[in-house]
Nanobody, 121 residues
Framework: QVQLVESGGGLVQAGGSLRLSCAASGRTFSTYTMAWLRQAPGKEREFVAAIGRSGSTLYGDSVKGRFTISRDNAKNTVALQMNSLKPEDTAVYRC???????????????WGQGTQVTVSS
């Protein structure tokens, strides 16, 4: 059974930083793309970042240059370092994995429950 568990969310002031982590279990994920997606209240889910099995990365336009995604295949974990946070980054952030290397929300097969990130102005 695949399980993804996020941690590291919280409340931070604008301009601050947070680091999210996701622990995956249930199989070996070294051949999967690992990603972060988010959803703010009243808005659709949004792609944030993805990292492929070779370490290639994709970023959403709104976070490019501020967020960095990384993975540790030995530990089955993926992290998201978020710097220069803005109030509009406030959302529930969810970890996801899939076989496609894509910005498409529909390209991910397994999702975590999410962790709340709140950025105050």
């Amino acid at each position: 059974q695949v399980q993804l568990v996020e941690s590291g969310g919280g409340l931070v002031q604008a301009g601050g930083s947070l680091r999210l982590s996701c622990a995956a279990s249930g199989r070996t994920f070294s051949t999967y793309t690992m990603a972060w997606l988010r959803q703010a209240p009243g808005k659709e889910r949004e792609f944030v970042a993805a990292i492929g099995r070779s370490g290639s990365t994709l970023y959403g336009d709104s976070v490019k240059g501020r967020f960095t995604i990384s993975r540790d295949n030995a530990k089955n974990t993926v992290a998201l370092q978020m710097n220069s946070l803005k109030p509009e980054d406030t959302a529930v952030y969810r970890c996801a994995v899939g076989l496609s290397f894509t910005r498409s929300i529909n390209g991910y097969d397994y999702w975590g429950q999410g962790t709340q990130v709140t950025v105050s102005s």
